[in-house]
Structure formats: structure tokens, C-alpha cells
């Protein structure tokens, strides 16, 4: 969930989402050479008995969504659109600055507020942070710990919404007192007043080390402490590839996701358990060699040509006209589009490159729906409304 969040698992995550890129050639491309998951990374490490150990698969999941504050117009349109298949909403309308101040960013406050009460949505914001330094001038002081808690609580009761959210994506392990001290707090006046404490966490699909970005804040997310004070962990399964990677491929390859949930099952009840998907793409690779990769994209050809660029379905779908190489890559079960300089611009382009895509629509996600139902989870959360595939929603009510 986030505001470019895209940026946070790092240089050594991104590692991997290079390493994933699969099966171009099973389809004549000829880009890469395929290479087998199995031979590459484990996803199958030995783990704990599950605490839950027979799981009743989901008829029906509950979902949730997060709307950017800075797409809001975008993300309420696609709420609009689609709120019967919404219990819930989460827009980001709270970031914690570096001096341990929280910044407000409630866009369409009174229209959120108006349109959830109608409509039986329950209003679940979320208080974002992305650099530990910023946690830790709270969390290095309990009574600073105790303000912020307080500060929430208000905003909470000022406006009756139905919980919070805390996305706090960067925590220095020595910060973790402070950080499991703020969410007991929270959870115990929450759920004295029947509201809901989420809490949103980093993926991670084993105990052991991991070569991955944020693995200090992985550690510090330790999943059964969180459990215990909070009704419900979002667990963000998606940044394989991120934007700093230097090759294409899947931002949340299904093998991955199974493993994802293989683990949590084994620190978290599965009636907390909620899986947070991706609705985006990133644009930006080139399979040129003689070219520095990330290069500039169809999408926003003025990006830093080292960073691809995340964008929304409706981006995608607008060049898939003339874009005409797309299929499924039967591994990762995403979408690849390739495409050239004169498919979009109707020009030939510095080069006959390729560039090349993953996406997400409602016939990718299907598997991760029937995943988080098979294995009796509480439910799923996207990441993020707004551009995104709307047919994708009705599929966790099914």
C-alpha cells in the first residue's frame, strides 16, 4: 500500500523479481531463457504445524482496499463503482513525518464519510510511514509512544471511524518495543469500543534468513506478537520486482504467494490472516542490452530511465490495441505485454527494442483469490483502487 511504495522492498528484493522473469520463450518471443523456479529459490522450507491445522476453505472472502490520498478522485470512482463487493475501505489519509508528527492528508473526507455511512461500509484509514527514523523518535520514548497512540484514538472517536490501519513498512529491530507497545495499546481501546485494529505487514514466507530487502524490519514484524494485538494483519504479498530492479518480472508470482500463506498460517489465526494483492504493473524494461535497464517507458517516457514507473491497468489497457504480443505466463500467472517504440508511437524510435510489462487483471487474480480461499483465510486487500481492473472484485464474493 502506498504512495510510490513501490520503492520499499529494495535493491536485494528486486534481486529476486530478476532472477523470477519466466517462459518468455514458450511463446516464440525469444527474449530470455526460461528458468525453473525450483532451481532458482525454495519456497518450500520446512515450517512450524499450522496454528489453525484444518482449514475450511472460504465461500466468501472479506475485502478491503486502500485509495491513495494523492489518486483519490480515481480510487473513489472505482469504489463507486464497485462498493457492494466492499466490507470495508482504507483510505491513506495519515503519513508520519520525521520529526514523529503526524501529517494529515484526509482528501474527500466528507464525501468518504457520507458515502461509507449510506452504503453500511465500515471507514478504516491508514496511518502510512516508510523510514525508520521517522518510527523511531516515537518509539525510542514511551510517552511519546503514548501521545501518538492518543492522537489516533482522537481521530478515531472524532470522526466514528471503524478502526485504523498502521502501515509501518521501515522499523529498526531495536524499535520493536515501542512498536508492539503502540499496537497493544491501540488494540485494547479498539476493541474495548467493538472498532477494528489492522496492522500491515512485509512479506516473508520462512523463519530462515533471506537475501530480501528490509529483512531488519521483516524480524521486527514479528507476526504471532502482532497477531496477539491486532483483529487483523494485511500482509503485503507483492515487490518481487520492484521499481529499481533491473530486469522485468512478476511482482507476485502465485508459487510465492502460496508460500506466503503456507507460513502465515503457522504464526496467525487464519480468521486474522488477510491477503493484500497488487492491482499495478511496472513499465520501464528493455530488453536491449546495449540499453541501461530500467529505460524510459510507454506510460511516462520523461521517468528516470533508471527506475520504471508504476502504472494502473487503465495505463496498460490504453496501448493494448496496437501492443498485440500479451499472454500468461503459466508460472507466475501474470500477464506479460511486450511491445515496441512504433506499436505505441506510431514511429520507429531510437530502436526496434522491445520493452516488456507483467499485469494484473481480474483473470490473474483469480488464482490468488482461490489461493487466500483454499486456504480459509479471513479475506484480501488490493493495493490500489483507481485505473485498476474492476472485474477483479466481484471474484472474492463468489
Known amino acids: 500500500m502506498r504512495r510510490k511504495i513501490f520503492l520499499t522492498c529494495g535493491l536485494l528484493f528486486a534481486l529476486l523479481g530478476s532472477i523470477l522473469f519466466l517462459r518468455v520463450v514458450s511463446r516464440g518471443v525469444g527474449i530470455f531463457q526460461s528458468i525453473p523456479l525450483s532451481a532458482r529459490y525454495d519456497f518450500s522450507p520446512a515450517t512450524p504445524k ?10 466468501k472472502l ?19 463503482q464497485s462498493y457492494r463487493n466492499f466490507d470495508n475501505i482504507s ?71 471503524a478502526g485504523l490501519d498502521i502501515d509501518y513498512e521501515a522499523i529498526y529491530y531495536h524499535h520493536q518495543p515501542g512498536y508492539l507497545s503502540m499496537l497493544r495499546q491501540l488494540y485494547e481501546a479498539l476493541d474495548k469500543q467493538g472498532k477494528i485494529l489492522s496492522v500491515t505487514v512485509l512479506s516473508k514466507w520462512t523463519d530462515q534468513a533471506l537475501g530480501i530487502g528490509l529483512m531488519e524490519t521483516r524480524s521486527t514484524q514479528d507476526w504471532f506478537a502482532i497477531s496477539e494485538v491486532a483483529h487483523e494483519v494485511r500482509i503485503m504479498a507483492y515487490e518481487v520486482t520492484a521499481t529499481v530492479s533491473e530486469s522485468p518480472g512478476p511482482i507476485s508470482p502465485v508459487p510465492w504467494v502460496e508460500a506466503i500463506l503456507r507460513y502465515a498460517t503457522t504464526r496467525i489465526p487464519r480468521e486474522k490472516v488477510v491477503l493484500a494483492i497488487h492491482l499495478y504493473a511496472y513499465d520501464g524494461w528493455s530488453q536491449n542490452l546495449d540499453y541501461v535497464s530500467p529505460y524510459q517507458g510507454f506510460i511516462n517516457p520523461y521517468l528516470d530511465k533508471f527506475q520504471a514507473d508504476a502504472i494502473t491497468y487503465a495505463d496498460v489497457l490504453k496501448k493494448l490495441p496496437k501492443a498485440k504480443r500479451q499472454f500468461m505466463d ?16 506510431d514511429k520507429t524510435g531510437d ?5 516488456i ?22 479475506g484480501v486487500a488490493h493495493w490500489r483502487m483507481g485505473g485498476e481492473d474492476l472485474r477483479v472484485y466481484p471474484l472474492a464474493k463468489k
Request: without cysteine; proline residues 6%; hydrophobic residues 40%.
Open 91 to 161: 483510505p491513506v489519509w495519515y503519513y508520519l513525518e520525521k520529526d514523529g508528527k503526524v501529517r494529515e492528508a484526509k482528501k474527500g473526507l466528507d464525501e468518504m464519510l457520507k458515502f461509507t455511512a449510506e452504503n453500511n461500509l465500515k471507514l478504516i484509514p491508514s496511518i502510512a510511514s516508510f523510514d525508520p527514523t521517522h518510527v523511531g523518535v516515537v518509539f525510542e520514548d514511551p510517552e511519546k509512544v503514548k501521545r501518538h497512540v492518543e492522537y489516533l484514538l482522537d481521530e478515531v472517536e472524532k470522526y466514528d471511524f
Open 330 to 345: 503459466e508460472i507466475s500467472k501474470e500477464k506479460i505485454l511486450i511491445y515496441t517504440d512504433k506499436d505505441i508511437f
Open 357 to 378: 510489462l507483467m499485469y494484473q487483471d481480474a483473470e490473474t487474480m483469480q488464482y490468488r483469490i482461490d489461493l487466500a480461499k483454499e486456504f480459509g483465510i479471513a
Open 62 to 80: 472479506t475485502q478491503t482496499a486502500w485509495i491513495p490520498d494523492w489518486d483519490f478522485a480515481k480510487g473513489m470512482q472505482s469504489l463507486k
Open 351 to 355: 530502436s526496434d527494442a522491445d520493452y
Open 50 to 59: 499450522p496454528l489453525n491445522p484444518a482449514p475450511v476453505m472460504s465461500n
